[in-house]
């Protein structure tokens, strides 16, 4: 075994229990569920991403351009940390489901002030970052084609229901926050302080 993949393996492994611990974290477990077919689409696509990396990496184990699998580890490491950034700000109101909580209200701290679905830009972030490591250019493709796209549909479906749920507050904090991060969203943080 070459000392890339052993340090892969002891990135994927550290990797996976941080993964365990947050997904760990639960919000109130009394919440009306909202989901549609969404929820099983985007974590089967995630899984298909996951394992297609690893295999299309240990099927053909190719030489490794380490200056992308360098961008990679640091993509998927800043994905890790603002997945578990946005569990841990969402706290109680957290789901892997969309779920609308009792007393559910608009969170807008943390990187909740900089976009409305950082969760899903860290998932984005952390997927294609794995893809980098291990030079899988397939699964990249896939990501870019396949669950790009499911996750905008998530996105919508939970916007939709968000909208329906909160009302004037979430449409106001729409027209405030974009859904990803952009310049003006951090230039109007510094602009205020």
């Known amino acids: 075994m070459s000392l890339f993949t052993i340090t ?15 997904f760990r974290i639960q919000g109130d477990k009394v919440g009306t569920l909202k989901d549609n077919w969404t929820f099983f689409a985007i974590y089967l696509s995630y899984f298909i991403v ?6 299309e990496f240990f099927l053909r184990y190719p030489q490794i351009n380490p200056w992308l699998s ?25 789901s ?4 609308i909580k009792r007393d559910h209200h608009v969170v807008e701290k943390g ?3 900089f976009s409305r679905h950082p969760y899903y830009l860290a998932t984005l972030l952390e997927l294609g970052g794995l893809c980098l490591i291990l030079n899988s250019f397939r699964a990249l493709l896939y990501l870019a084609f396949v669950h790009v ?19 004037s507050s979430y449409r106001d904090y729409k027209g405030r926050v974009p859904m990803l991060p ?4 951090f230039s109007t943080l510094w602009l205020r302080k």
């Open 70 to 94: 360098t961008i990679g580890y640091l993509s998927a490491t800043m994905g890790i940390l603002i997945t578990r950034y946005s569990v841990m700000t969402l706290g109680r109101l957290w």
């Open 8 to 22: 892969f393996l002891i990135y994927f492994t550290i990797v996976v229990i941080v993964k365990i611990r947050v």
């Open 182 to 185: 952009s310049v003006s969203s």
């Open 111 to 113: 990187p909740y002030r």
């Open 149 to 167: 796209p499911i996750l905008l549909a998530r996105t919508y479906s939970e916007e939709r229901v968000l909208t329906a749920s909160l009302g």
């Open 50 to 55: 996951v394992w297609g990396s690893l295999a």
């Open 96 to 99: 892997i489901r969309i779920e």
